[in-house]
């Protein structure tokens, strides 16, 4: 799957600067855009940022309460002409306090040729969908040969974790999953060990989990002062850890000690350090995860580097990913058409 830029096809279905498609995550979800085509619209949008083909500003964001945020997070990719921006927020207590999800958010797309706002659409399911892909195509590039797979948090994320990792790294066997919410971890292996090949296995522990797998994610809650669940101790030669929960979960000191600290945008690292997320402060950054993905950076050079692939979420991905559900919404006439 390439990026749908045909803007003529565009221009005849949607009167362009008159009105605007709304998408909402019913239609976003059943739009039948396949993971094998997310992987590969994400892995496009990596490889333009890896060659430095986009305008991308750090996010900026409001913090009415503390430890929670709302993001803006606009971007412009010039080779296919892909412009927009996603409206984040992350409530982590949303689940427990009223039954919301963490994460919930708009992306708005725009006409690069006129700045006319072309769609408005959900942006849980998609931002659900492109992080792990992000994270899948980091483990396959920088971990090919990996069987066993680590995910801790079984929520949204760890489950879309699971399902991409299954479909993303080739020679996958196992996947240990840890949850402090056991249940959490039930539901999970429930809901995808029918699916899927690979085995799934709920882990003892944190410390169980992290000796047991190569490749290693965490998707869990985001706060400023590290929760540092995994201890350095636990971390052996050769493991790849892919957090996208910044460094909450791990023990500061293994980014540190990292052969390889890599990361999605270091500006948006820098932003987040700034802003008192990294208060031993962010680790010395190897590369960037596109830069590794279009070949101008090394991933693993050696078998026993420990490499650590922070990926805090990028907008060159959601509006990759946003176009191509706009482009598909309208041959299939979905969505509900509103006045501009
Ligand atoms: N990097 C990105 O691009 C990106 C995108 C979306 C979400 N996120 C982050 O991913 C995280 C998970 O999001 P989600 O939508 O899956 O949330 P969720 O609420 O659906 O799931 C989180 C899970 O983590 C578990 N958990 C919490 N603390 C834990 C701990 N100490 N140990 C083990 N498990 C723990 C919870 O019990 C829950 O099951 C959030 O921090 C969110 O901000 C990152």
């Known amino acids: ?8 096809r565009l ?34 949008a990596l490889v333009e940022h890896g060659h430095r083909r986009y305008e991308m500003p750090a996010k900026i964001g409001v913090h009415p309460y503390d ?8 971007a412009y990719l010039p080779g296919p002409g892909i412009v927009g921006m996603k409206w984040i927020e992350c409530y982590p207590d949303n689940p427990r306090t009223c039954a919301l999800p963490q994460t919930t958010g708009l992306l708005v797309l725009n006409d ?22 992000v994270t899948a195509l980091a483990a396959a590039a920088l971990h090919p040969d990996a069987t066993t797979f680590g995910m801790f948090g079984c ?33 999970l292996i429930a809901t995808l060990q029918p699916e899927l090949e690979v085995r799934i296995i709920k882990g003892a522990s944190p410390e169980a989990v992290t000796r047991s797998a190569e490749v290693l994610s965490s998707a869990t809650v985001i706060l400023r002062r590290p929760l540092a ?3 350095d101790a636990w971390v052996t030669t050769g493991q790849t850890i892919l957090p996208c929960d910044l460094n909450t979960f791990w023990d500061p000191r293994t980014a540190r000690r990292a052969d390889k600290y ?27 995860i596109g830069e590794v993905l279009a070949g101008v950076q090394p991933g693993r050079e050696h078998a026993d580097e420990i490499i650590v692939n922070s990926n805090i979420g990028m907008a060159v991905c959601d509006i990759a990913v946003g176009n191509a559900l706009l482009h598909r919404a309208l041959e299939r006439g979905v969505g509900v058409r509103l006045p501009l």
Do not use: C
């Open 229 to 231: 669940v995994v201890k």
């Open 112 to 133: 690069v040729h006129t700045g006319v706002p072309l769609a408005v659409m959900d942006s849980a399911w998609l931002t659900a969908m492109r992080t792990p892909a």
């Open 67 to 74: 430890n929670v945020f709302y993001h803006a997070m606009p």
């Open 1 to 8: 799957m390439t990026f749908p830029t045909d803007r003529q």
């Open 155 to 187: 929520g949204v994320q760890g489950i879309e974790h699971v399902r991409y990792a299954a479909l993303a790294m080739p020679r996958l066997e196992t996947v240990h999953v840890y949850d402090t919410n056991g249940a959490a971890a039930d539901a």
């Open 262 to 288: 890599l990361v999605d945008s270091v500006e948006e690292h820098e932003l987040f350090a700034s802003m008192g997320y990294f208060p031993d402060g962010l680790p010395e950054v190897t590369a960037e």
């Open 11 to 44: 221009a005849d279905q949607l009167t362009i600067g008159s009105e605007l498609i709304y998408l909402p995550r019913q239609d976003v979800e059943h739009l039948g855009l396949t993971r094998d085509a997310i992987l590969e619209l994400t892995r496009q």
